[in-house]
């Protein structure tokens, strides 16, 4: 059978699913719960309550067997360039290996290479603890402002936020945004003595980046003297020789294999690495390739990644719901929806396939969130009445501390994702209102504003703590998902094109800004807008 044969499957399995009650295939499906959960490095996953019946699930699993979803999975692994518009590999996978990988991109091999960056990170990170590396004073290391954007500020971030101790012995802060009151913020409060700089950029040109370094050399060298002022400049980067050339005193490097949005295990994390210790990141290390093992060697249906992309999938194009919002139970994964909004919106935000031809179907939804108990004061209210249904991802840690008590918080999940799917009836709002004494007409009057449709979807990812470990399996576990889904959809999850126009635009009017005014061939609601500002 053809793949439009299968697509053509799939889209009569959604029709016939459309109106079909989640809560009523528990029932007709005793296997159901069975079938739609998975363990996994660690990881607990339902998707029982997402809107597919077996019917659909099995639609779903045909789709990924017809796209090749095994075979492009062993070219990433092999190192061939998956990456086709850019020639490259997609090596992240590399990056959390074992002491016994071979990986190869595009021939070359890269686990040794892999390895000796990891080691000199893990010397580094010792060091600057131990107080043994130190700056141009001799004062040792107790703060660093971490530089990136993006990839290079996302990553290092969610990982902080989520396994930095209460008590830190060095205070690690995050520079992303060109507006100075970002670095202004960072910086207050600090020693430049004792202040170590890490700027990480791919290619050291970022725009938003560089002027965030100057600002934060600025700051160093008004306290510093010039002899031994670039020990506290650590850059990360794929072009050593620019890190060099700013003014950087050493340089760890990343190759062009490591995509941004992928590179948080590489030496992009190196704050992390130093903040939180070596031996911290080999565990968010080892969780992350517990993952990948699972990713590689379980059958499709039984394949968490895999699963999570189908959902997501059937969703959107097979029922055109085009947002998906993301609900951490943990306060510190607060980041983790800002990490999922770059990681698949700019990996499947395309409006093209892999060989140019227009998308004729959608690609990723747009993807929200907030954490658990938050959002239910927020946005929570349109996905339980709105009219459109936006399916809901609840990420559940059992403990966040040790010695709390937990089920206040996830009591509040496992609701949320109950009343999503069950809902309540008018007839049944009205009997609620009778019970507490409300008139006949104040009941009728009422009952449908406390009406829920219900027949909501949502997946569940349950974990016991937030280690080190775990949190490498959840963001393997959505990397991997975003690559199947890239698969399915053949678009190219690993370039970022539209990331650039607004760059070269802004560079164009940053030249405007020098010359004085707007350009004869600046728009006209552009150029008003520039002239307002520029006054």
């Known amino acids: 059978m053809s793949e439009i044969d299968i697509w053509s499957g799939f889209d009569a399995a959604a029709a016939r699913d459309a109106g079909a009650r989640i809560v009523d295939q528990f029932a007709a499906d005793p296997d159901r719960l069975a079938r739609m959960s998975v363990e996994a490095a660690g990881l607990y996953l339902d998707l029982s309550k997402q809107s597919w019946t077996r019917g659909g699930f099995e639609a779903c699993l045909d789709l990924a067997r017809a796209a090749g979803v095994e075979g492009e999975r062993a070219r990433l692994y092999a190192g061939e360039a998956v990456n086709n518009t850019e020639g490259r590999a997609v090596l992240h996978p590399a990056l959390r290996a074992g002491d016994d990988a071979d990986f190869h991109a595009l021939g070359e091999a890269v686990s040794a290479e892999v390895r000796a960056v990891q080691q000199a990170m893990a010397d580094y990170a010792r060091a600057v603890r131990d107080g043994h590396e130190t700056g141009a004073t001799g004062k040792a290391f107790r703060a660093i402002v ?3 954007i993006g990839g ?3 990553g290092p971030r969610v990982v902080w936020d989520a396994l930095k101790p209460l008590e830190p012995s060095i205070d690690l802060r995050f520079v992303a945004n060109i507006d100075p009151r970002d670095m202004a913020e960072a910086l207050t409060g600090l020693d430049p003595e004792t202040t170590l700089v890490v700027v990480v950029s791919k290619t050291f ?15 160093l060298a008004a306290s510093l003297p010039e002899a031994g002022r670039d020990r506290h400049f650590i850059g990360v980067t794929a072009a050593p020789e620019r890190a060099g050339g700013f003014g950087c005193g050493r340089a760890f490097a990343f190759r062009d ?9 590489s030496a992009v994390s190196l704050s992390c690495v130093i903040a939180l210790g070596p031996d911290v990141f080999d565990g968010l290390l080892s969780g992350a390739r517990a993952m990948d ?8 249906e039984r394949n968490a990644p895999v699963l999570m992309a189908l959902a997501q999938i059937w969703n959107v194009d097979g029922l055109h719901r085009p947002a998906r919002t993301v609900a951490p139970y943990a306060h510190g994964l607060r980041r983790l929806p800002a990490f999922l909004q770059q990681l698949e919106m700019e990996s499947n935000g395309k409006r093209v396939h892999r060989d140019g031809a227009t998308v004729t179907r959608q690609t990723c939804p747009v993807v929200f969130g907030e954490p658990g108990t938050n959002g239910q004061h927020a946005f929570f209210q349109q996905i339980h009445q709105g009219p459109q249904v936006v399916p809901a991802e609840f990420v559940i840690v059992s403990e966040t501390l040790p010695d709390a008590a937990g089920a206040p918080l996830w009591s509040n999940a496992l609701a949320q994702g109950q009343a999503l799917m069950l809902g309540k ?3 049944a709002a009205r009997a ?6 409300s008139t006949d007409a104040e009941a009728d009057r009422l009952a449908s504003h406390k009406t829920f449709p219900g027949n909501r979807p949502s997946t569940t990812i349950v974990m016991d703590r937030l280690t080190p470990e775990r949190l490498g399996a959840l963001l393997a576990l959505y990397e991997h998902k975003t ?5 399915i959809w053949d678009i190219n999850s690993f370039d970022q094109w539209g990331v650039e126009l607004g760059k070269v635009l802004a560079k164009a009017i940053l030249t405007d800004v020098a010359a004085g005014g707007p350009s004869p061939d600046l728009d006209p609601s552009t150029a008003a807008l520039l002239g307002r500002l520029m006054a």
């Open 432 to 437: 609620e209102l009778m019970a507490a004494g």
């Open 257 to 265: 294999w490591v995509g941004g949005r992928y590179s948080l295990w």
């Open 425 to 427: 009836t008018t007839e």
């Open 146 to 148: 971490h530089i990136g």
């Open 152 to 154: 290079s500020d996302l």
């Open 293 to 300: 093992d699972h990713f590689v060697d379980a059958p499709l």
């Open 483 to 487: 690559f199947v889904e890239g698969v």
């Open 205 to 219: 040109t970022t725009q938003e980046t560089l002027a965030n370094a100057e600002a934060a050399k600025a700051w």
